[in-house]
């Protein structure tokens, strides 16, 4: 990886962390998860899955990244990771979506947190400690500052990783997942995009 594709990935990793976590109100910077109805000069128009269509501007600094499919094996003991789970009826965490970071973003949003991917979900960004094979997929034990988690992954859970995207990949009906801040009559400036690409949805 070429040492601008590198920063490029650390840069929208580092933001994920930074702007995506942060609670939604008024100046703060938003999750937007949706599909791309148009996208024309620097608007992005993205129709939301609670059912409306906002206008995203994509500023100069807006850092845009795709998500590559990658296998659960590739889970290995230290990975630096970020999985959104929920609790099962015995209380145990079960993931949603892993995604590994690449290695220059290692650190990133280090924690356990509430997350908004479902009722009662978390958001958990941690190194791998141990993998351990299950009758229902892995095991991840995950450490992080202040604490230690065991999460479940099926095997049907979707597991990505962060490659570079270009505004050519921002066409109709891709999926994306958008942080921007609410900006000037009812749009949106736009932080960082993760798009769609080749049939991998960022799943977070």
Do not use: C
């Not at 659960?72 to 609790?87: E, N, R």
């Not at 400690?129 to 604490?147: A, F, I, N, Q």
């Amino acid at each position: 990886m070429s040492f601008r594709l590198k920063l490029t990935v650390s840069f929208v990793a580092l933001t994920l962390a930074g702007a995506a976590f942060a609670q939604s109100s008024a100046g703060k910077p938003e999750r937007i998860r949706g599909e791309i109805v148009s996208f024309s000069g620097s608007t992005l128009q993205v129709h939301r899955r609670s059912g409306d269509t906002v206008t995203v501007e994509m500023k100069d600094s807006t850092a845009l990244n795709a998500v590559k499919a990658i296998q659960l094996s590739d889970i290995k003991p230290g990975s630096y990771v970020g999985t959104a789970a929920t609790p099962g009826p015995d209380g145990k965490l079960t993931a949603k979506e892993v995604l590994v970071f690449p290695e220059a973003a290692r650190g990133t949003g280090e924690g356990h947190y509430a997350w908004d991917l479902g009722a009662n979900s978390s958001m958990t960004n941690a190194n791998v400690d141990t993998v351990v094979e299950g009758t229902s997929g892995r095991d991840l034990k995950l450490s992080y500052k202040g604490g230690t988690n065991t999460i479940n992954v099926p095997t049907n859970v979707p597991v990505v990783t962060l490659i570079p995207a270009t505004r050519d990949d921002l066409t109709a009906g891709k999926k994306v997942f958008v942080v921007a801040t609410p900006g000037k009559s009812g749009s949106y400036d736009g932080i960082f995009v993760v798009v769609e690409k080749d049939g991998a949805a960022p799943p977070m």
